[in-house]
Nanobody, 115 residues
């Protein structure tokens, strides 16, 4: 069973920056996609950014130009650098990994952006 361990959340003021990290611990089988999702209070979980094994990247429209996702395949880690943060970026950020056995989730790391 693979576990995803997130780190890097915290509280910042609007305009600030944070960098989230996620490490996959345990056995994985052919990682296809790694990415980040978030869930704001009272809202559904939504995709933030994903990066596939071929390097292709997708961003939510709301974070394009501000967030940058990257991945270390050897270390099985995924990162997201978040700049120009806005109060609406506040939420619980979850790491996601998809391999041949399915989708796996971390427990989340909290990001709070104050105005």
């Amino acid at each position: 069973q693979v576990q995803l361990v997130e780190s890097g959340g915290g509280s910042v003021q609007a305009g600030g920056s944070l960098r989230l990290s996620c490490s996959a611990v345990g056995i994985t089988y052919g990682i296809n996609v790694m990415g980040w999702y978030r869930q704001a209070p009272g809202k559904q979980r939504e995709v933030v950014a994903t990066i596939r094994s071929d390097g292709s990247i997708n961003y939510a429209d709301s974070v394009k130009g501000r967030f940058t996702i990257s991945r270390n395949n050897v270390m099985r880690m995924v990162y997201v650098a978040m700049n120009s943060l806005k109060p609406e970026d506040t939420g619980l950020y979850y790491c996601n990994l998809e391999d041949s056995r399915g989708r796996h989730w971390g427990k989340g790391t909290l990001v709070t952006v104050s105005s």
